[in-house]
């Protein structure tokens, strides 16, 4: 029996001292043999440069005479010189007249159109009401706000045989359709419902124009009034607020696409109008363009970024950079079972990384698909680490 236990008792301590080796062994591995790697990817990064301001156009106003007026062509319509554009209506009756005249006019329509149910031309008209207003577009806004009124807040139609009433009344209201004076727009141009007081206002005005002068210049909008306004020339302009240091990177006299927010959210190529004084560190940038005047005709307040330029390159953990005494920047790439130094050139900082210049430019092994060591005990250049 003593014999047995001195056994039994060797065993525990040899299966014990092989626990605690293992042990060991993994916390030495785990805690201060580390090896973190990664793989190389290629990254591409837009730079852009955020900026506000306004937007500026050729525009006359077209003034009323104060009685009721109801434009007749839509945000962004084309207009010729001569071509109506609104009717003015002289007294309270003439107007309700012609709001009924519309109305009626639509119903007939509506009820004229065949295979359209309550269910469906309502949805579609809240989807396209959603539409026009994600988008900006204002042009269908008086269209679409009947439709719903018609087929939501009224029941939608309900039999074809309301048709001999309905043209009874238009036939009788379009006979009481007295007190109506056509407006007719003086010069061609781009039509524009909305008037903000700052259609006075013209590109000349902005080219070294500072960031203040330029609030100043917007903060107290005219009182003109009138029924719409014509913007008389395709080519519109952007009054940017920049940082000085950005907008001083920018090409005069060449093209820069810029991504605007809001209202308007689209891509535009710009060209670079000219570059302001500097004040605290901004400054304004003048920005041109002659294509979508019909989208931005009723905008003047924007937002936008502008696209210096996309830069690529290996994307690289900050944890595996290294710095030399004399400043060089370098890595370690794993190659075969030693790490290898190289030199990387930094483009940029990207959050937790840094977008360094591919190898296939610099003449080193830094390519898509190589292994970068990003922590290591020890490290130096041919340390065997696997």
């Not at 309270?92 to 004229?112: G, K, M, N, P, V």
């Not at 309550?118 to 207003?133: P, Q």
């Not at 000085?244 to 093209?255: E, I, Q, S, Y």
């Given at each position: 029996?003593?014999?047995?236990?001195?056994f039994?008792?060797v065993?525990?301590v040899?299966?014990?001292?092989?626990?605690?080796?293992?042990?060991?062994v993994?916390?030495?591995?785990?805690?201060l043999?580390?090896?973190?790697?990664?793989?190389?990817?290629?990254?591409?990064?837009?730079?852009t440069?955020?900026?506000?301001?306004?937007?500026?156009?050729?525009?006359?106003?077209?003034t009323?005479a104060?009685a009721?007026?109801?434009?007749?062509?839509?945000?962004?319509?084309?207009?010729?010189?001569g071509?109506?554009?609104?009717?003015?209506?002289?007294?309270r009756?003439?107007?309700?007249?012609?709001s009924?005249?519309?109305?009626?006019?639509l119903?007939?329509?509506q009820l004229?159109?065949?295979?359209?149910?309550?269910?469906s031309?309502?949805?579609?008209?809240?989807?396209?009401?959603?539409?026009?207003?994600?988008s900006?577009?204002?042009?269908?806004?008086?269209e679409?706000?009947l439709?719903?009124?018609f087929?939501?807040?009224?029941?939608g139609?309900?039999?074809?045989?309301e048709?001999p009433d309905?043209?009874?009344?238009?036939?009788?209201?379009e006979?009481?359709s007295?007190?109506?004076?056509?407006?007719?727009?003086p010069?061609?141009g781009?039509?524009?419902?909305i008037?903000?007081?700052?259609?006075?206002?013209?590109?000349?005005?902005l080219s070294?124009?500072?960031?203040?002068?330029?609030?100043?210049?917007?903060?107290?909008p005219?009182?003109?009034r009138?029924?719409?306004?014509?913007v008389?020339e395709?080519?519109?302009?952007?009054?940017a607020?920049?940082?000085?240091?950005?907008?001083?990177?920018?090409p005069?006299?060449?093209?820069?696409?810029?991504?605007?927010?809001g209202?308007?959210?689209?891509?535009?190529?710009m060209?670079?109008?000219?570059?302001?004084?500097?004040?605290?560190?901004?400054?304004?940038?003048?920005?041109?363009?002659?294509?979508?005047?019909?989208?931005?005709?009723?905008l003047?307040?924007?937002r936008?970024?502008?696209?210096?330029?996309?830069?690529?390159?290996?994307?690289?953990?900050?944890?595996?950079?290294?710095l030399?005494d004399?400043?060089?920047t370098?890595?370690?790439?794993q190659?075969g079972?030693r790490a290898?130094?190289?030199?990387?050139e930094?483009?940029?900082?990207?959050?937790?990384s840094?977008?360094?210049?591919?190898g296939?430019e610099?003449?080193t092994?830094?390519?898509e698909?190589?292994?970068?060591?990003?922590k290591?005990?020890?490290?130096?250049?041919?340390?065997?680490?696997v």
């Amino acid at each position: 029996m003593k014999r047995s236990d001195f056994f039994i008792r060797v065993i525990t301590v040899v299966l014990f001292l092989a626990v605690a080796s293992y042990i060991g062994v993994y916390v030495y591995n785990a805690v201060l043999n580390i090896y973190v790697t990664t793989t190389a990817i290629n990254f591409s990064v837009e730079e852009t440069f955020p900026a506000w301001g306004y937007i500026v156009r050729s525009e006359t106003v077209l003034t009323d005479a104060g009685a009721a007026v109801l434009p007749i062509m839509g945000d962004g319509e084309k207009v010729a010189s001569g071509q109506a554009v609104a009717v003015e209506y002289t007294s309270r009756d003439a107007l309700e007249t012609a709001s009924e005249l519309r109305a009626l006019r639509l119903r007939i329509a509506q009820l004229e159109t065949p295979g359209v149910t309550v269910e469906s031309a309502s949805h579609d008209n809240v989807m396209a009401l959603s539409a026009a207003v994600h988008s900006g577009d204002l042009s269908r806004l008086d269209e679409l706000s009947l439709n719903i009124e018609f087929y939501i807040f009224s029941g939608g139609p309900v039999q074809s045989s309301e048709l001999p009433d309905l043209y009874e009344r238009l036939e009788i209201l379009e006979r009481r359709s007295m007190g109506m004076r056509t407006i007719y727009a003086p010069v061609s141009g781009t039509f524009s419902q909305i008037i903000d007081g700052f259609e006075h206002i013209r590109p000349g005005a902005l080219s070294e124009i500072t960031p203040s002068g330029l609030e100043a210049l917007f903060r107290t909008p005219s009182t003109v009034r009138g029924v719409g306004k014509l913007v008389t020339e395709f080519r519109w302009f952007y009054a940017a607020v920049m940082d000085a240091g950005d907008a001083m990177r920018l090409p005069l006299g060449r093209h820069i696409t810029l991504q605007f927010s809001g209202a308007y959210h689209a891509q535009v190529d710009m060209l670079v109008e000219s570059v302001g004084r500097r004040e605290d560190g901004e400054c304004v940038v003048l920005f041109s363009s002659d294509r979508s005047i019909h989208e931005i005709a009723p905008l003047r307040y924007m937002r936008a970024d502008v696209i210096f330029g996309s830069v690529s390159g290996i994307r690289v953990p900050k944890e595996a950079i290294h710095l030399d005494d004399d400043g060089t920047t370098f890595i370690y790439l794993q190659t075969g079972v030693r790490a290898e130094r190289v030199n990387v050139e930094i483009l940029l900082t990207s959050g937790d990384s840094y977008l360094v210049r591919d190898g296939a430019e610099t003449g080193t092994p830094l390519r898509e698909g190589a292994t970068i060591i990003v922590k290591a005990n020890n490290l130096h250049d041919g340390k065997i680490v696997v």
